[in-house]
Every structure is written in structure tokens, then in C-alpha cells.
């Protein structure tokens, strides 16, 4: 049946109201069912309410550490109750932590329209998403030229498990994924030959500022962008290139005005990586390839089959290529020739960016723990440009194995979700500590202890100490401490199980001890005195 282009304009009209409709509904039950806070959202809610430098104080021996406490004393640290410049949270960043400060500039000015708490992140992140939405609608018009391939792209970005996921942390991945998406649309206008105008500078300028002042990844992304433009505009269009680098550059110069400090958080970030060691190589592999399959599936079963299907379709490719090199290169050419200039761009970026962040993390420049799908936020918008152009050049035939693999997102989006709707047969240590009155917690690391506290009533008294510090002056804290009382045990960080066996020893002396739960929340282990 012909579809004329106003028939065809209210259909995709339709279907972005309904895919927005779906996919923010999706993030609202996600949020309204976080009920904690992990160890880096505390970090998120100091930096932004300006006490991260000041609660690092606590480590070296300051009030309140290591004393008998009520709970809102602790809680101060997350409160905003006090006024500073968004200068002083990017210097406390970059003498504490390893990242640039402009997502929690942004989360600093929303929470004083909805309160610094956990699900007003959480609906910030919602409304960026719903942004970029938008954007990577205009970004996929323009490198696909068709709607429909629009369509399709923002589908399969919008209800990926992993672009759901990291939309419900606190942090600065859903803004990351943004300024790629904007400052990717904007290389793609200069290289596309558009007309250009200082409004257009202006905006690349602005967008490389933003991208580098939310993460010091998108330096990759950058990089990616200059090596291709140099090659494609080289001795060509010399004063198009010109432009761009002229826009890049003055997109750094705004970064260096707005976070000088930003060099101070480099020695932290090497603190935190690892020495090379051999026995290491093959977790950080499998970590590698269960990121990259994150993106389609979610949930440690589906995610081992997917690496299993993903290595043999690589050895299958490989095999191919090695037997039948004539007919392989034939239609890698014939596929190469059916692609336009924008979608050869986007296909090289992605893979180089991809690239480039599994190298830093399998040459240990990455701490062990930093290959997740969130780090890839900035690489999944591109990664379903790259799904769509593949897509349309698949053979009629062909198309039902596209069709599954759609399946497997909304399959995986109700995984996700599914936890939520469940009977949990074990119990919820946040209720436990909502009721709790005595805690004792032996770490003081700010995203191990303000978690914790995060739950408590106001009237709870808090002793909170390391390890070493616990066994060194247990009288300050083990005369005082009722049945009960709950003992928080996080064996990390600079603590040890031995550590904890040796403190409940000393509860032993008094009182009786029972483990009330070590699952749900994984590192910590929640001890109840008897």
C-alpha cells in the first residue's frame, strides 16, 4: 500500500510518542524501586553538596570518626547545607576523585529544585536520557537519511538493557553518552559538507568542552574524530579541517578555564590501576566480552551464553576469511561500496572508541572493576548507528535473524526488571537498619559508611572506625554496645575477614552473634548482637 509522506510522518510521530512512552516508563519503575545507594552515588552526593574534600578529613582521625554518634550527624555530609561555587566541587574532585565536575554541577542546581537524595538523580538521569533521545533521532536522520533507520536506531537505544542500567546510577554516564551523541552530530555536519556558520563552530566548541568536563574518555572519542577528519579532508578541503580544529582547540581552552585542577586527578587514577599480573589476563578478557554483549542482554546467565555465541561467531568469521579470502573480500568491498561516507564514519568511530577503552583496560591501565556497560556509554549510541547500517544491507531473507535480535532486547529489558516484581525469599537488610538503634561499622571509607548510614533513624548511635582502629581501642566502643546492636562488617578497603573475625571474637566475649544476611548487597555483612 503507498504511504504518502504525511501518512508516513504521523506513523513515525506515533511511534516516537510510543517508544518515549515505553522507554520512560521502563526508567520510572527502575527508579522508583531504588531503595539504596551504592558506593559511588555517595560519592556523587558529596561532590555535589561540597563535603567530599571535607569528609575525607574523617580518614585521619576527625570527629566523628571513631566515636559514639547519632545517625544525622553523618548524614550532614549529604545534606546541602552549605553554599559554595561550583569551582570548589571541581577542585575537591580533583584532589579526591577521577573525574571532571560538570554532571555534578548539573546535579548540584537540580537538587535545589528536588533535594539531594537518591531518586532525584535518578530522575535527572531520566530527563538527559529523553534528551539525547532526541538528538540521536537528528544524529541518525543525518548519517542514515531516512526516518525509518531513525526510527529503528533511537528503538534500539532507548530500551537497551545497558542504556537502561546505567540510567538508573547516579552518575555521569547518561550525560557522557549525551555529549557524545551531540558532539558526534556536529563532526558528522562538518564532514558532510554542510554549510557551515559560527553557530555551528560554536556548538563543536561547546561540545568538546562538555564531553571532556564529563569524562576524560571522551578524549578517545576526540582523537577518534581528528585521526579520521585528517584523513578524509587532508589536502582536500584544508580549510574545512582547519575549522575543526580551530573548534576542538577552543573547545580544550574552555575545559582548562573551567577545571584547571583537572591534572591532580591523573596520580589518583594511577593509584588505582593495577600491576600487570598474567593470572589477571583472562578475567579482564571475559569481563571485556561480557561488556560488549552487555549492550544486547541482560543478566549473568544470558550474558555467558551471548559470550559463548560471540566467539564462535568470531572463530566462524575468521575461519571464513582464511578459506574463502577471494569471496570474503569480494563482499567485504560490495558492502563498503553499498555504505555512505557519514555511515563509514560513524562504523570507524565506534570500533575505535570501543577500541580504545578495552586497550586501556587489558594493559591494566583501568582498575579491575572499570569494564562495565557504563563505561561504554559513550560508544552504545554509536554501536546501534552501526546495528541499523548493518541491518539494511541484510538480504530479505536474512531479516528474521534482526527480528530475534530485537527480541532479545525486549526480552532482556523484562529481565532486568523482573527482580522487582518478585517475592524475595531472603530478607532486606535496608529494613533491618530502619529499625536499628546501635550500629557498629568497621570502615569509614565514605562510600561504604554513608550508605549505611543513608538508611538509619534519625535517633540510631553510629560508631564507625577501620578495622585496626576497632581492635586497637575496643573499650571506647565494645562498653557500649547493647544487644541488639548490629554489626556492619565491609571486608575491603583495607579490611580483612581475619579483621572481622577478630572483632566478632571480641562481641563473643558478651554477647551472641548471629550473621543476618551477606547476599544482598554483596561486600558488606550484616551481624546482629544478641
Known amino acids: 500500500m503507498f504511504i504518502t509522506n504525511n501518512a508516513e510522518s504521523r506513523w513515525i510521530a506515533y511511534a516516537l510518542i510510543a517508544l518515549l512512552v515505553a522507554g520512560t516508563s521502563l526508567r520510572v519503575v527502575g527508579a522508583l524501586n531504588r531503595n539504596r545507594l551504592s558506593h559511588d552515588e555517595v560519592i556523587s552526593y558529596l561532590a555535589t553538596t561540597g563535603h567530599l574534600g571535607e569528609y575525607y578529613s574523617v580518614d585521619q582521625g576527625v570527629y566523628p570518626f571513631g566515636e559514639w554518634v547519632r545517625a544525622p550527624v553523618w548524614r550532614e555530609f549529604l545534606s546541602l547545607n552549605k553554599s559554595l561555587s561550583f569551582q570548589e566541587i571541581g577542585s575537591d574532585l580533583a584532589h579526591h576523585d577521577i573525574h571532571p565536575p560538570l554532571y ?121 574524530a581528528v585521526i579520521f577528519s585528517t584523513m578524509e579532508l587532508f589536502k582536500k578541503e584544508e580549510r574545512r579541517l582547519l ?189 533491618m537498619l530502619g529499625q536499628a538503634r546501635f550500629v557498629l561499622i568497621d570502615n569509614a571509607k565514605p562510600g561504604e559508611l554513608l550508605r549505611i548510614v543513608w538508611h538509619l533513624p534519625d535517633e540510631a548511635l553510629v560508631y564507625s572506625a577501620g578495622q585496626d582502629r576497632l581492635l586497637e581501642s575496643s573499650s571506647s566502643w565494645l562498653d557500649n554496645l547493647p544487644s541488639g546492636s548490629i554489626y556492619v562488617s565491609h571486608p575491603l578497603h583495607g579490611n580483612t575477614l581475619e579483621g572481622e573475625r577478630e572483632i566478632l571474637s571480641l562481641i563473643g566475649q558478651n554477647h551472641g552473634v548471629t550473621l543476618f544476611h551477606q547476599e544482598t548487597w554483596r561486600l558488606d555483612r550484616f551481624f546482629e548482637v544478641n
Open 243 to 431: 575549522q575543526i580544529f580551530i573548534c576542538l582547540g577552543i573547545g580544550c581552552v574552555l575545559f582548562f578555564f573551567l577545571h584547571p585542577q583537572f591534572y591532580l586527578s591523573f596520580p589518583i587514577q594511577r593509584q588505582q590501576a593495577e600491576a600487570f599480573r598474567f593470572i589477571d589476563v583472562v578475567p579482564r578478557f571475559l569481563g571485556v566480552l561480557a561488556s560488549g554483549v552487555g549492550f544486547f542482554v541482560y543478566g549473568e546467565p544470558l550474558q555467558n551464553v551471548a559470550v559463548v555465541a560471540l566467539v564462535l561467531l568470531v572463530l566462524f568469521l575468521v575461519w571464513c576469511l582464511a578459506v574463502h579470502r577471494c569471496e570474503s573480500r569480494k563482499r567485504l568491498s560490495y558492502f563498503l561500496d553499498r555504505v555512505n561516507f557519514s555511515e563509514k564514519f560513524i562504523i570507524y568511530l565506534a570500533f575505535w572508541t570501543m577500541g580504545a577503552v578495552f586497550f586501556l583496560y587489558l594493559i591494566f591501565q583501568s582498575p579491575k572493576h572499570a569494564v562495565d556497560v557504563k563505561y561504554l556509554s559513550l560508544v552504545w549510541p554509536l554501536v546501534t548507528l552501526v546495528i541499523v547500517v548493518v541491518f539494511r544491507q541484510i538480504s530479505r531473507s536474512k531479516r528474521w535473524l534482526a527480528l530475534l535480535c530485537l527480541g532479545m532486547f525486549v526480552s532482556s529489558t523484562i529481565k532486568m526488571f523482573y527482580p522487582y516484581f518478585i517475592q524475595r525469599n531472603s530478607p532486606d537488610p535496608v529494613e
Open 104 to 224: 555534578f554541577w548539573l546535579l548540584r542546581a537540580w537538587s535545589y529544585l528536588l533535594g539531594a537524595y537518591l531518586k532525584a538523580g535518578l530522575w535527572l538521569n531520566i530527563l538527559i536520557d529523553v534528551i539525547s533521545l532526541f538528538f540521536l533521532y537528528k544524529l541518525a536522520r543525518l548519517v542514515l537519511g531516512s526516518k525509518k533507520g531513525a526510527l529503528l536506531t533511537i528503538c534500539l537505544w532507548f530500551l537497551s538493557p545497558a542504556v537502561i542500567s546505567i540510567c538508573l546510577w547516579v552518575r555521569q554516564y547518561c550525560l557522557l553518552a549525551l555529549c557524545a551523541i551531540f558532539f558526534v552530530w556536529q563532526i558528522v555536519q562538518y564532514l558532510s559538507n554542510v554549510r557551515l556558520s559560527p553557530f555551528r563552530s560554536a556548538l563543536l566548541s561547546l561540545s568538546t568542552a562538555c564531553g571532556l568536563l564529563t569524562h576524560y574518555h571522551f578524549a578517545l572519542l576526540i582523537l577518534g
